[in-house]
């Protein structure tokens, strides 16, 4: 049983959730042997696909192709090149083909795509960019979900973070995504500040002013937080090896395999979508973390069979 | 006045003090038109000379000769050649001559020294090497001081971080010197955990492994977290602006430029060592700091003028 008020409501029993409360209560459990210093219970997620939905496509490209477009409305030199002509011609078709092409194994478009993104940002202030994410967020919707993006998170995970924050765990995110996009929105619908959001990230130059001095987007990548990455960025980050985390693609394997350590227990969640009624179903990109999961005994949490509510009902603001 | 209790017991009554207790009354006043939500209240010092004492040689440079005169020891293949032969011989003269050289405009021995320095943690665990660098700060002694360096930290300041947390400020370490050196005594030292402490690092790697993976440090530098990297890195970490910045050299500028905002309170402070009997007296690499704190009204804290004590008495355990 779990050691504090129970919040998680939206699961189903079954052995996730059993895995769940298990180990909860044995790090907790200042008479177990796995006990664990509220101070070392730190949670890490992954956020695409794990703490919210990452289909049609992710919701930062959604983003990203705004920006895009806006360039190409208001200045017409770009609008015959990629990406900006599939952002201002609105064509999902040449952008789908982009991440086919990817699994074929054809990187020549996302290359181009990169190059746009990297362009589409470059120059501006870290913190109007964030202003222009926060917007997006909650103004935003869901293409197929008829819900804002802000509530796209996923309810059971929102309530398993509270849940883990009761029991003196500190949870941050870990994601391939970009780490400023998320910031605005992350206290709002995690519970999670700033400053524990790990990401990806493009260049950064401080531009010099006293009382006024303020960080720009260089057009360079600067780190792609996925796969080996991210167990190092959140050792850079957090000074401490976590004992718990979610992810739900092949990305998140080395994160998974970091949690825990020789000396201290570790539980390893794994998001499996297979739910299309009620979000998506699809294992393209998670095919070995799946794999890696059965082979070693890590949980998977599967949303058909795991989650009894996927979505909290949208604020009812007329448009629904 | 303060809002809270005063703990500043180490500070005399003068200008850097009422700065401090000005600045903080006004932006925790909710009536103030300067107040600032508690999130937002975020506190950046730099280390080496501003949280504690970097003469007659940084401390770290301490850890690392340790280390290299181990590796000297071990293994005669590297004992004729810089920096081993220093470290193994003791030879301070060569490595007192490398800063010397390096204000002289010629780099070509800090280039040796640091060469040294990224092969001497290289394949090394970053748990083993916080592990090592505890030991070090917790039993090795200042050479004229005479106290531990995990004594080393300047009494007034240590105050002034309890002070602004228990004002609801959030307090980050933004050092030049490593970050993972710090990390094992910043909460007994400062009150400063490890996830908050920002500083230089060697590139490392993820090596996988189920259950027992692991990261060590490559022969590669990564960030040199100095000078316009400080505000950067700042905002990679926390995703905020601070509004208070302490410094003491050349390289602090950016950040306590960095502090504050156009609609917000800054409070910039620059240590000026100038107490030769219970600290140093140096200018060295913190000359236009100094005349930047004039030209821009920057809050000097003169150590000779400013404290009333400088350490805390060290423990007394029949070494003294």
């Known amino acids: 049983m779990a050691s504090r008020d129970d919040?998680?409501?939206?699961?189903?029993?079954?052995?996730?959730?059993?895995?769940?409360?298990?180990?909860?209560?044995?790090?907790?459990?200042?008479?177990?042997?796995?006990?664990?210093?509220?101070?070392?219970?730190?949670?890490?997620?992954?956020?695409?696909?794990?703490?919210?939905?990452?289909?049609?496509?992710?919701?930062?490209?959604?983003?990203?192709l705004q920006r895009l477009a806006a360039m190409a409305?208001?200045?017409?030199?770009?609008?015959?090149?990629?990406?900006?002509?599939?952002?201002?011609?609105?064509?999902?078709?040449?952008?789908g083909g982009v991440i086919t092409r990817h699994y074929a194994g054809d990187d020549t478009d996302v290359k181009v795509l990169l190059g746009g993104i990297l362009q589409a940002f470059a120059g501006m202030d870290v913190q109007d960019y964030q202003a222009a994410a926060h917007s997006f967020l909650h103004q935003g919707r869901h293409p197929t979900l008829r819900r804002r993006f802000a509530e796209c998170g996923y309810r059971?995970?929102?309530?398993?973070?509270?849940?883990?924050?009761?029991?003196?765990?500190?949870?941050?995110?870990?994601?391939?995504g970009d780490r400023?996009?998320?910031?605005?929105?992350?206290?709002?619908?995690?519970?999670?500040?700033?400053?524990?959001?790990?990401?990806?990230?493009?260049?950064?130059?401080?531009?010099?002013?006293?009382?006024?001095?303020?960080?720009?987007?260089?057009?360079?990548?600067?780190?792609?937080?996925?796969?080996?990455?991210?167990p190092v960025?959140?050792?850079?980050?957090?000074?401490?090896?976590?004992?718990?985390?979610?992810?739900?693609?092949?990305?998140d394997i080395p994160m998974l395999e970091f949690a825990g350590g020789s000396s201290r227990p570790g539980l390893r969640l794994l998001v499996l979508h297979d739910d299309p009624e009620r979000e998506f179903d699809y294992i393209a990109g998670a095919e070995r973390s799946q794999e890696q999961a059965e082979a070693q005994g890590w949980t998977v949490v599967s949303i058909r069979r795991d989650w009894a509510t996927v979505f909290a009902d949208p604020a009812d603001d007329g448009h629904g």
């Not at 208001?74 to 609105?90: C, F, L, V, Y």
Request: net charge negative; aromatic share 10%; glycine share 10%.
């Open 156 to 176: 059971p995970v929102i309530e398993l973070l509270g849940y883990l924050e009761a029991n003196g765990f500190t949870n941050y995110i870990a994601c391939g």
């Open 233 to 251: 960025r959140i050792w850079s980050r957090v000074g401490r090896q976590p004992i718990l985390a979610g992810g739900n693609s092949n990305g």
């Open 73 to 95: 409305d208001k200045d017409p030199e770009p609008r015959d090149r990629q990406p900006w002509k599939a952002a201002h011609d609105r064509d999902y078709g040449w952008l």
């Open 7 to 64: 919040p998680l409501v939206s699961w189903n029993d079954g052995p996730a959730l059993a895995a769940i409360r298990e180990f909860v209560a044995r790090v907790t459990d200042q008479g177990s042997p796995d006990f664990v210093a509220p101070e070392e219970r730190v949670a890490v997620f992954d956020n695409d696909g794990t703490l919210w939905c990452e289909q049609p496509m992710p919701i930062e490209l959604g983003f990203i």
């Open 180 to 230: 400023d996009f998320m910031r605005p929105v992350t206290q709002a619908v995690y519970g999670i500040p700033a400053e524990r959001v790990i990401g990806s990230s493009n260049a950064l130059r401080y531009v010099p002013g006293e009382g006024r001095g303020s960080i720009v987007y260089l057009a360079e990548a600067d780190v792609f937080d996925d796969a080996p990455v991210k």
